[in-house]
Structure formats: C-alpha cells, structure tokens
C-alpha cells in the first residue's frame, strides 16, 4: 500500500525547521586559528585608531606659527633637533624654530602641530647641526593624522555572527584579541541507510553502488561552518536503524540521514521517527529533487531524513540544514543568497513543482546569467561538482526561456540572505 | 639621500614573479579530509555510470514482448516470482509472463528488457501465488537506466587542479577513491617587521601599534590554499633581520615580510636581498596601494616584500603572492577572478597610477554594482574587512564616474581567472 502524502511548499518546510533553530555554544580560541570561524560577539575598538596623533608622511615635524613668513621668495630655516622612527616618540621639546625629522606612522611630538613634507624642504649642515628650510606657510593641523579620527575607542566595528575574513583578522590583532570568542562549530551526525550501499574502497559488486552522500554531505557540513561526524552507513533494517539513530541523537547538535525516506518497501525511516516518538514537521515537498525529504524533531532537536538521490540530498542540505547550522553560529543571514541572473537556456516544459536546477553562474558585461551546469545526460554525473548555484524555477503551468531573469540561489558565497522565500 | 626607483605597469609585475611559478608536491591524503584541497591528478571514472543496467522506478522488470497484446480492454497478466530492493540481484530465470517486482536502483535481471512503473499496474494474488496485471504495451529498453549511459569507465570527471567542493567529493567517493592525490599545502612564511610592532596581546604604549598584517596574512594564506607559518616580528636592525630571513628561507616556499620595503631610512630589506645575492625583480610598481612593493627571487624561491600599511600589504599579497600558491597547487586559473560591475559612484580625481580600490560587490535585477567597502574616513579600519572585491580603476588622464563599467577582482571567489591583465 503506498502511503498519502501531501507535499507542502518550499517556504513553509523551511519555515517549520527554523522554528527550532537557536544559537549555539560559543568558545575562545587563539587569534591565528580564527580565519573561518564565526565571531560569537561584537568586535570592538579597544583604542582609538590612530591610537595617538602621527604623521602620514616621512617629513618633518615643526610649530606651524614659525612658518607665518615663509614663502617663495623667503625660506624659513629651522634647526633639526632629534629624529623619530615609527614606534618612537621624541625626546626633546621643540622649541621655536626648532623641527624634528619624522617617519610615516610616527608619533607627532607634543609642541607641534603640523608636518612639512620631505620633498618641500632643503636639508643641509652648518657648524656640525642640522637644518632644513622651507618656503611654504603650514596652517595648524596640516598633514597630522589625528588621533580617533579613524575610529573611536568603544566603536563596533565587526558585528557578532560575521564570518571571520582575512580583513576581520586584521581588525582583531590592531584590537588586542589575541583570543577570540567565536561559535563553536556545530556537530552534524551523518548516516547513510541502504543496503546497496558500499564502502568507498570497496570494489563494485551487482547490484551495488559505493555510498558517495556520506562524503558529500561531509563536505557541505563543512562548508556551512560545521564538524561532520561520519557514523557509518546501515543496513536496510529497521532494529539496527532504530538502534543506531536513537544512540547518535545524543552525541550531536544535528543528525542528518541520507537515503531511507521514500515510500519503497524498506523505506524505514518515517516509521523510526514514530517509534522514537519524534514530531515528524513534514514528509514531503513541493521541489524538484527532494521531495520526499522528512525532517523530525525531538525534544528540539532536528532530525533530517535526506533522499538517497545525491542531488536531492545535496539541495536539501542547502536548504534546510545550512540555515541550522548558521543560526548555531549566530549568523544573521542564515540562507543561502538569493541573486537575479538571465537564463542562458530554455525549460520549456512546465512543471507542478518549485525546481532546485544545480547551475553556475557567469558574468559578463557587468551582468549574471545562469546555465544548468548538467546540461546534457553526460553531464549528469559531474553536475554537482561544477555547481555554483541553484536555480529556482517556481512550479506552475508554464516554461522557461532563455533572456528571462530568473532566481538563483549562490553555494559558495558566504554572506548569505535573511529569508530568500518570498 | 632618497633613492629614485622606477614603477613598472602592474601586469609585468605579475609575468616578473610568474616566471618563477611552478608547481607544486603532491600527498595522498584520506577522502574525509579533502574538502577544499586541490586535485593532484584528473579524477577519472573507475566503473560506468550507471554501473549496470538497472530501474529508475519502483517497478515491475519484465520481457517486454510479453506485452505484445497488452491494451486498454486487454489486462496481459504476469507472475511475480520475486522482489529485489537496491543493492540485492535477482536469484531466478525469469521466464515468460514471469516479473520481479524491483525498487528504484535495482539491477535489472538479465532476461527482462523493461521496467513498467507500480502506477500502472495491478497487484493480487491467487492460490498463495502473487500477480501483477498491466494494460499497456511495453518497448524494450522502456524505463531502464542503462550501464554507461551517464559516464563511461576511464572518463575524465574533474580536471587535475580543481578545487575539491562537496560535488566533488561524492564523485571521488563514487569513483573509489578512498586516498585523494592533492596538492600538498605550500608553505608560507611570514615575518613582520618594523621597531613599531607590539604583539597582539600587548597594551598600547606611545607611539606603537599592534602587528596586524601578520594576521590578516595568515587568514589570506589559508584562503589562497596553502599553510601559513608565522616566524614572528624584527626590529628594525640589518644585521638581526639579515640573519633571520636567511634561516627563514629555507624552511618554506615563499617568504613574505611586510614592512621595511619604503625608502625610509629603516628600511632595510632592499639591503638585505642585496646581501643574500637575491635577484629583485622589482621594487615599485606603478600602482595603489603597494607601491613600494618589492619582490625578490633566491636560487628559484620567491620572497615578497610586501607593504607594511595593511591595505597595500593586502592587495600586493592578492595580486602577487596567490597566483603563486594556486600555481604550486597546479590551478590553471591562479590569479583573482575579473569581472566587470557598475560603478556606484563618483571618483573624480584622476590618478597617474592604478587603483586597487577595496570594495563591495553587490547584485540586483540581474547585474553586479560595485562600491568602495571603506567609503567615508571613518571605513577606513573596517574597508577590508568588509571587502569581498578590489576594483581596478586604471591610471590616466581622467576620472571615474557613477555607472560606468569598472573591472572588479573578486577576493572570495575559488574559480579565478588565467589572466585578469590586458
């Protein structure tokens, strides 16, 4: 007897899952292990930037008053009294008349107000001291990078949630956080169900294929910011499945089955989540690959029952467990961004359910078009690796054709979108 | 005395330091930790796609000349003799009017030639033994996925070089791969220099600031692909420097310091590839930020002597130091990814050398914007952080203006480019 079941819409599958998604644990970690990770609270200035008044220049640090009757026809002459690199600061007080050679980045000496380019004075010696002149007016305040005018001590400069990027790295060293607070990377169980199923260095045998999902689903969990925790693959046996599920449960944030969902004869899952006593949210979708994904929850914990097809595995992931992931790291855009591209080619068979089409996306002449990266039967197998994005073509009674704008949904960006579902 | 060096245009900077580029070694390394690393062979089909012929649908297998009488006002009855679930292979002959009901994935058994869908067709028994009765002829070869009709065994799936995504993965695993030949992670070291540098976890103190580039480095190391090693920071003293850097060089594949490279009177690294015999390729390139650039080869090993302000030290290392680490890791598309965006504003000021302005690509109704990510003064700490591009904004006579086209490098992008100069 094959079961009823009624597909509900994208949206509202997921929806129901982000209904339970909260964010997860954090952990401090050294600063040079961070690059990746998702900072789990606000990046502040500890100091203002520059930290103290400095010159921008290599030139010469003087009073701007003492420059009152400089001009072409006129030099003014100052002694040089002392030299400061960067990280030094002067010793001596300038007095009138008086400049101190200075290096980009240095601290400007208290008695000064303005910096003298290099290039706009005449060095020379006399008596065994140093001089330049100059034959220009300075005002207060000229060539002086001012203290706090960059930012101001106190400022949130990278929000909680953001993925840490080399320029973030940056941001943390110039600020002190030698160790930062990021989101512990959160677990994802994987098991792969089938009986026709191989191990990967496993020769072919009839009637059998290698378990490729597991690998998969490994790699998407790290790309979402997430630890797999590959358990192993099982048998088409609903006591040993039981078993095995309800043990992994405990030890992860998320547990993610592939395969076992359909309504085939040995199609155990849906009947393990009752036993388990777990609230199943939906069994089916309204998409196209994936649509007999199931996902459960218990004792609010997520429970997803993928397909056993690798593409629909793949877009179910993308879909409903990335965002889970995500808002485990605080990531205020969770999804998957949601861009406009021109089709590059025609569908024009309508069809009833949303299409997930794996495509990469192209640009040219400042615009982005979008083509199925499995475009013909050859292509099907290799579709996934060459994957960038996923087109999403609403169902309903008509076709597509190439020129029209379409959505797309990008895999390897890494900003994200708030809710991509309209 | 201020030395006088001559720029040269960007795009021989980058064919100076290609000429040096090579790859790289290899490693075999198990299949769960290959996410991100780069193929070091082509990864080839080890058995056909599908590997036998076998059922797309849950089904009956039949003859298919069985259905010669089949039609609507005409029921053809069969015999189901046995059930096979994927990954089982049929045990009996099936012989006329005889089926085995199959589930999807299953192998076909040797004697049908066609698979008819359960919809279809109607199921009772009689007399303890089952049936199935359909109304429908049949073709042979209906509803059969055929052994090879989506790869062919020996097919080169992915190219030797590629970055290895989740797609990826699954195809290794398909294909048997248990041990994945990657590029092994090129070693970058890093040196800090400059008597201004406090470490991360150090207070401030007059005049001084924290060692961010080392940091923000080893983030665009691990992005590139490879493995950074951080030595450490110098004083601005020859002799220490010297003697570091030289160690330094033969423990990695690439040096990078930043600092030390202007003409300041601190500046010593000039100083110090002359003393090791390293030939400079260049010293400045007519280009901002990162003018003062400054790379150097030693017996074949590239040493980078990039800026020490952290956002000229980030695009020299973009623009120099990546095509290298993607070349060692055999990518034939080794420099940042170009594209071409809409200019969102205003750059009025011509500028006699080329820009590489930080900045934010974004995407609406089909086509890409680009702005700068660090617009007003106060952006300038947090413009890289929020960079995910630099735009191009070639040196001349004129300026930009709001809605042109620009070119655009894209910084998070792994597909890149085999030649973004003109």
Chains 1, 2 share one sequence.
Not at 164 to 184: C, E, H, M, W
Not at 320 to 333: E, Q, Y
Request: aromatic letters at 8%; a negative charge; hydrophobic letters at 35%.
């Amino acid at each position: 007897m094959v079961e009823k079941r009624t597909p509900i819409p994208v949206h509202e599958a997921v929806e129901k899952i982000m209904f339970f998604a909260s964010s997860g644990e954090t952990e401090l970690i050294p600063l040079e292990e961070c690059y990746g990770r998702f900072l789990a609270e606000d990046l502040k200035a500890d100091h203002d930037v520059p930290p103290f008044d400095r010159s921008p220049y290599d030139g010469f640090a003087i009073r701007s008053e003492d420059t009152k009757l400089a001009n072409q026809s006129n030099a003014v002459e100052f002694e040089v009294i002392e030299e400061i690199g960067a990280g030094s600061v002067a010793k001596q007080e300038v007095g009138a008349f008086q400049a101190i050679r200075i290096m980009t980045g240095a601290q400007m000496p208290i008695q000064c107000d303005a910096v003298v380019m290099l290039e706009l004075t005449k060095e020379y010696e006399r008596d065994g001291r140093k001089y330049m002149s100059l034959k220009r007016q300075l005002q207060s305040g000229d060539n002086i990078s001012f203290q706090g005018e960059d930012t101001q001590k106190g400022n949130v400069l990278v929000e909680k949630g953001t993925r840490i990027n080399p320029g973030v790295s940056a941001l943390l060293a110039t600020f002190g956080y030698d160790k930062v607070l990021v989101g512990r990377k959160p677990t994802v169980g994987i098991y792969a169900t089938g009986t026709e199923l191989l191990d990967v260095h496993e020769g072919l045998v009839p009637g059998k294929i290698r378990n490729s999902n597991s690998y998969m689903i490994r790699s998407q969990v790290e790309r979402a910011g997430a630890e797999p925790i590959y358990f192993g693959k099982l048998a088409d046996d609903f006591d040993t499945c039981y078993e095995a599920i309800k043990e992994a449960i405990e030890k992860v944030d998320i547990l993610i089955t592939t395969g076992g969902v359909s309504v085939g004869d040995y199609d155990y899952l849906p009947d393990i989540y009752k036993k388990l006593g777990a609230e199943v949210l939906f069994n089916k979708i309204g998409m196209r690959p994936g649509s007999v994904t199931t996902v459960a929850q218990f004792e609010g914990k997520l429970l997803f029952g993928l397909s056993g097809n690798p593409s629909a595995c793949y877009v179910g992931f993308e879909l409903f467990v990335r965002p889970i992931i995500r808002t485990l790291l605080n990531n205020p855009n969770p999804h998957l961004k949601k861009i406009t591209a021109r089709l590059d080619v025609d569908f024009p068979k309508p069809n009833p359910f949303t299409r997930f089409v794996r495509s990469s996306i192209s640009f040219k002449d400042g615009m982005v078009s979008v083509t199925p990266s499995g475009l013909d039967k050859s292509n099907v197998v290799t579709s996934l690796s060459g994957a960038n994005a996923l087109m999403v073509l609403p169902g309903g009674t008509r076709g597509y054709e190439q020129g029209m704008q379409v959505d797309v949904l990008l895999l390897e960006d890494e900003e994200g979108c708030q809710w991509p579902w309209n």
